[in-house]
């Protein structure tokens, strides 16, 4: 079985379905560069992931960043993607347990990044605080 954080960050790549202007451009982790023609696409990839022990069940606490990445390529590319980001939004906190597997997903930190390619593209990072819980002996559950 898949850990609780492969289950979700599944689970937020299939919420992400049908954002606006994406088509099926939505990869979990992409290493690659994404080309002109595969732009606008989404990339949702892990960030950080840290657990406490906040009570004496054997339980543990977890906040996992997620970063939700939208790539965009023209004139404007922050207004360009601005569209694509209001979709992928409405679509990440439509359910804030991610069909039970979170207890909470709350936005958190914005960055953009512009460059000059082949023709202006931009990045813009959305960074998101997913809270879990395991159960101390398994990350799975």
């Given amino acids: 079985m898949a850990t609780k954080r492969e289950q979700i960050l599944s689970a937020i790549a299939a919420a992400l379905t049908g ?21 606008p696409a989404i990339v949702v990839e892990p960030i950080s992931d840290t657990p406490t022990q906040n009570t004496s069940l054997p339980t543990l606490d977890w906040r996992m960043r997620v970063r939700v990445s939208v790539i965009v390529r023209g004139d404007v590319p922050d207004q360009l993607a601005d569209p694509v980001i209001e979709s992928m939004h409405a679509k990440m906190v439509a359910d804030l347990t991610l069909g039970g597997l979170a207890i909470d997903v709350q936005p958190d930190e914005v960055s953009f990044t512009l460059v000059d390619a082949d023709q202006p593209a931009g990045v813009i990072f959305n960074d998101y605080i997913v809270q879990y819980r395991t159960s101390v002996a398994s990350l799975s559950s």
Avoid: F, H, K, L
């Avoid at 954002?19 to 732009?39: K, L, P």
């Fill in 19 to 39: 954002t606006a202007g994406v088509s099926n451009r939505i990869y979990r982790s992409r290493v690659t560069a994404v080309q002109r023609a595969e732009s």
